[in-house]
């Protein structure tokens, strides 16, 4: 009985961290290629769930369709915030630091309007498939075995455009030396836009995959975001394989640490733990040391 | 004392702004803009606290509310418990709030990396309030703590007995007034002499100041001893004054994002900065008051706009006009 729970919550915690997974390379691409973090990361993600829950819930729409409209719509969004908001503080002395202010003045703005429009309640999103499976007196929802698949799936479509596609070899250029990428013709100015996007599409992808699990309401992209912060950090700022498998770490870690203490301390835990590994590791677990 | 950096003449304009505030009392008797003079003032003493830090010493935090909430609780829980008088407790709260900024500074200075600073910072407040609110038997939990003592009367030669009671705002004011100027005090005289000039040659070339025998570590630790120091100081006079403590309300991001706010307004890596930014940002909201809850909103916009078009506040425009 005790395997049987402790292998259940593991699965469980593999199924969520791989959202957290999509959520962090989201993020972690954005480091990588622009040098800046995206603190309205999780209001792509806020956005998202609305969206699937308004196509699929309100209007009823095919889940498959609801979940294109919101990753393309948060797409578009994310390039419209990157154009009119952080595009022209890249060029210029500590944007790091200004870049950041900006998102999360953006974030804010994101995350109030929704709160006016929508109002703080939680809006239930149904499963996208009913029923669940039993594997040696396991019992998992069809619902979490499809977000573990297109996890995986669109992993592999990332890792193969990354590696495969020429988009993908201009933004890895740009993400080990912009300038060099410029000297050969890549417009990293484009780059940096479509970077934008596809995070905030991965986001969107989570959020749609993670909206009949959590519920929606405005404030639902803080903890994510919180936690996206955790895994990229631990996984090395940057890495998009330390993103992947720092999400699911965090997912079994978080869902059998539920077993052993109550879920407000886990927070504490997770945090205490990300500032321990910064003391001692600051490039992260999976990283390589950067020296400047 | 002798000042580098054209020494106190450079913050002439602080010393006005301090010096017009000691006599508000004397034309404004409403209660209520008092209460907004009052809340300006702590304001500024946080704001300009993360300055120090932010602007001076080029370290980019977004955790501080944890030191103002530190301090705020310190010192109201050691003067409800323990009985003591909230002017001893007040030090106390800001002397944790200086060893919860030693414990936090030694691994945040160690990382060159503005992201990974954000984010332990951040981090490092989400603990504290997680802790705060999950405490229930200690600090009453997210409900937070009520009827925590006022400051006690104590006799003033010529003027007669100074007390705190409900309607006493006027004593309220000139406590928050004389903290603000002992604040100011100290952040220009760290910014302007030795400190002031090791943390800016640390900032701008650090590299270059460390092999010309400049202790980065060591300036920047007193840049953020002292700035946690002066957060939980604000933090405890905060308390004092409300009575009334939540997490959400002291130790939660919403404080962090009117730092930023306010000195991103007033003018970052300036003195004077923070300091005009808190009352331009507190009444200037208060003129928006029937926005409602469209207020926050505002303080997203106002970040936005003033990163992209004006980076260095409204003191950007004093300096220009040299």
Known sequence: MLTQLLLAQIVNGIVVGSMYALFASGLTLIWGTMKMLNFAHGEFFMLAGYLVYFCYAVLDINPALSTVIAVVAVFVLGVVVERTVIHHLLSRPVWQFTTIIATLGTSIILQNLALHVWGPEFQNVPYFVEGMLNVFGIRIAYQRLLILGVSCASIVVLWFFLKHTRLGLALRATAQDSDAAQLYGVNILSIYTFTFGLSAALAALAAAMLAPITAVNPYMGLSPLLKGFVVVILGGLGSFGGAIVGGVLLGVVESLGVLFSSTEWSDVIAFTFLVLVIWVRPWGLFGVEERS | ?322
């Open chain 2, 1 to 322: 004392m002798a000042l580098r950096n054209g020494g106190w003449r450079r913050h002439g304009g602080v010393i006005a702004v301090l010096g017009l505030l000691c006599f508000v009392p004397l034309f404004v008797h409403n209660p209520y803009l008092l209460h907004l003079f009052i809340l300006s003032m702590l304001y500024a003493m946080l704001a300009g606290s993360w300055n120090l830090i932010n602007g001076y010493a080029g370290i980019f935090t977004f955790g501080h509310q944890a030191f103002f909430g530190l301090g705020a609780y310190a010192s109201a829980l050691l003067a409800m418990d323990a009985g003591l008088s909230p002017w001893i407790t007040l030090w106390f709260g800001g002397c944790v709030a200086a060893l919860a900024g030693l414990a936090i500074g030694l691994p945040v200075l160690r990382i060159r990396s503005v992201a990974h600073v954000a984010i332990v910072t951040l981090a490092f407040a989400v603990i504290v309030q997680a802790v705060v609110s999950n405490l229930p038997d200690f600090t009453r939990g997210t409900l937070g703590l009520a009827g925590i003592p006022a400051f006690a009367a104590f006799v003033l030669p010529w003027i007669g007995i100074v007390s705190f009671g409900a309607g006493d705002q006027v004593a309220y004011y000139y406590v928050a007034l004389v903290f603000l100027a002992l604040s100011m005090a100290l952040t220009i005289w760290l910014v302007s002499g030795r400190t002031g000039l090791a943390l800016k040659a640390i900032r701008d070339a650090e590299e270059a100041a460390d092999s010309l025998g400049v202790d980065p570590t060591r300036y920047k630790l007193i840049a953020f001893v002292a700035s946690s120091f002066v957060a939980g100081i604000a933090g405890a006079c905060y308390a004092h004054y409300l009575h009334i403590l939540t997490p959400d309300s002291a130790i939660g991001v919403s404080i962090m994002i009117t730092i930023l706010v306010m000195t991103l307004v007033g003018g970052i890596g300036t003195t004077i900065g923070p300091l005009v930014g808190s009352f331009v940002v507190t009444f200037g909201l208060e003129g928006l008051r029937g926005l409602g809850d469209y207020r926050l909103m505002v303080y997203g916009l106002l970040l936005i706009l003033f990163v992209t078009f004006a980076p260095r506040g409204l003191a950007q425009l004093r300096s220009a006009r040299r």
